[in-house]
């Protein structure tokens, strides 16, 4: 385990918040340097119309439009909120991650303020669920040859059961199109992805070792196929 994943492991659960949406890094990264570089803020209901205004009109561009976001994000009023809550359902693809993340900023903001006390985010471009964090698993044949429907069956049956011991679970469908098997997991943030798939693959291979012991796991995107391959020889 490293030492950054057993840092946040010791912080208590109350105070942590997951990014829930599936918002890649580039988008988090690019919300975090708005926020820094925009400082000022909407303080009265005439100015925060105004920014609101902004955000409706067409004619604004789509730099501004995110400025507007970041600067009712800081506002800590719950008519805000719901603003925000519901402008960020009918978002145009190119603003609905940035709205999200106003969402959630705004959320934390009112929620601190309301506790008096600081809290803790955790945002991973795999987003979460109900306190888990969701996590990419590719794994890897021992072999080239299709897995069986058996195999398929063995795997399905021992990841869910693994899983279900420690208050995890597989987000979805296993999918077993193409080469390697693939599937979202939700795992409680305390907990390293390593400890689940290790068990789980030994479980599987209790049935003739047809799985290798090593698995691709991401929680900042999904991976194809051609990407696990080109991993996999990595790892030779």
């Not at 708005?34 to 925060?48: C, G, R, S």
């Not at 072999?143 to 011991?165: D, H």
């Not at 098997?181 to 400890?195: C, G, I, N, S, Y």
């Not at 209790?206 to 391959?229: C, H, M, Q, R, Y």
């Amino acid at each position: 385990m490293d030492e950054n994943f057993e840092e946040i492991a010791n912080v208590s659960v109350p105070n942590v918040h997951i990014l829930e949406s599936q918002v890649g890094i580039d988008a988090q990264m690019n919300y975090i340097k708005l926020m820094v570089t925009t400082q000022k803020h909407p303080k009265t209901d005439a100015e925060i119309e105004t920014v609101q205004q902004q955000l409706q009109n067409a004619k604004t561009t789509l730099l501004n439009k995110k400025r507007a976001l970041v600067k009712l994000s800081k506002v800590d009023k719950v008519e805000v909120l719901r603003y925000l809550q519901h402008y960020a359902k009918d978002a145009h693809d190119d603003l609905r991650q940035f709205a999200q993340l106003a969402v959630f900023h705004n959320q934390l903001l009112i929620e601190s303020a309301f506790l008096h006390e600081p809290q803790i985010v955790v945002s991973t471009g795999m987003g979460g669920k109900n306190g888990c964090l969701r996590y990419f698993v590719g794994l890897i044949p021992a072999s080239r040859k299709p897995l069986s429907a058996t195999q398929k069956s063995v795997i399905k049956k021992e990841f869910a059961y693994v899983l279900g011991e420690y208050d995890a679970s597989i987000d979805g469908e296993i999918d077993f199109e193409g080469k390697f098997p693939k599937f979202m997991m939700l795992l409680p943030f305390k907990m390293h992805p390593a400890t689940v798939l290790t068990k789980s693959i030994e479980l599987c291979n209790e049935l003739g070792e047809f799985l290798k012991d090593s698995a691709i796991v991401s929680n900042v995107k999904p991976f194809t196929d051609e990407e696990i391959e080109k991993i996999r020889k990595r790892m030779k």
